[in-house]
């Protein structure tokens, strides 16, 4: 299913949210009101996938990244930091399997992460690729969002 043109507008209307501002050129809804009565989704294509792989994976993504990943359930936020504290990259860090993490970041950052996680890879068991061209990052909203996530293939 594509959103044909106006239709996020409509949705919008329809679920009656206000804007909060912007971020990278999105405009943010928000409300505590807002009733959909219809499921939508979106491919984020702005948005990629990075694989990190093998029986190192979570230490060696846990030594760099801000968050404890030793404690990751399914999903968490995280983000890699300069040396000055600020923020390089952030991303989301999916957990399918004990041995595998998904991480989705911005697609135009994939290369650079990559980079960066190839030179501190040393003698880490991980395989590090991008999956980009292989996995969609879709959102999901309305009633049956939650039944379309857990029916969704798992990698």
Request: proline share 5%.
């Amino acid at each position: 299913m594509v959103l044909r043109p106006g239709a996020f507008r409509q949705w919008q209307h329809r679920a009656r949210l206000a804007c909060h501002g912007s971020w990278m050129g999105v405009r943010l809804m928000s409300s505590s009101v807002a009733t959909i009565k219809n499921n939508v989704w979106a491919n984020l294509e702005s948005r990629g996938t990075i694989k990190i792989e093998g029986p190192d994976a979570v230490s060696f993504l846990q030594g760099l990244t801000t968050n404890d990943l030793t404690k990751i359930d399914a999903a968490m936020a995280t983000s890699f930091l300069n040396a000055q504290g600020r923020v390089l990259y952030e991303g989301i860090v999916f957990s399918p399997r004990k041995d595998l993490l998904l991480m989705e970041v911005s697609r135009i950052q994939v290369p650079d992460i990559i980079k960066l996680l190839q030179r501190f890879r040393l003698r880490a068991k991980v395989e590090i690729a991008d999956l980009s061209g292989q996995l969609a990052v879709l959102a999901a909203a309305g009633p049956d969002a939650a039944r379309w996530a857990s029916a969704a293939p798992r990698p």
